[in-house]
């Protein structure tokens, strides 16, 4: 049984960056055939999908967050981690880590696309 676990801050003052990391256990994130996700949902908002890294250490990030994205893994500690540079009030939102089988390159996102998830962490941009 796999679990995630999303931890960091969360309050972030604008222009800062926003650090996350998702701890993973019952699998590891080298483990071929799996994609480990970065997703958060605004307020009032759906599932936006912000980037992921693969089995094989590649990254893969939304054009919609300008370059903003940057994932990370470390497979000894079996985590991998969220950074998101620069960030606005319009950042807010609650941010989960989740597994997929299948690569996400799209923005929009069902819960289904995701057969794993974290409970989600509230994180809050503001000064």
């Known amino acids: 049984q796999v679990r995630l676990q999303e931890s960091g801050p969360g309050l972030v003052k604008p222009s800062q960056t926003l650090s996350l990391t998702c701890t993973v256990s019952?699998?590891?994130?080298?483990?071929?055939?799996?994609?480990w996700n970065w997703i958060r949902q605004p307020p009032g908002k759906g599932l936006e999908w912000i980037g992921s890294?693969?089995?094989?250490?590649?990254?893969y990030y939304s054009p919609d967050l300008n370059g903003r994205t940057s994932v990370s893994r470390d497979t000894f500690k079996n985590h991998f981690t969220l950074q998101l540079s620069s960030v606005t009030p319009e950042d807010t939102s609650v941010y989960y880590c989740?597994?997929?089988?299948?690569?996400?390159?799209?923005?929009?996102?069902?819960?289904?696309?995701?057969?794993?998830w974290g409970q989600g962490t509230q994180v809050t941009v503001s000064s």
């Open positions: 019952g699998a590891s994130i080298a483990t071929a055939n799996y994609f």
């Open positions: 890294i693969g089995d094989d250490g590649n990254r």
């Open positions: 989740a597994r997929s089988t299948r690569l996400i390159l799209h923005t929009n996102v069902r819960r289904d696309d995701f057969e794993s």
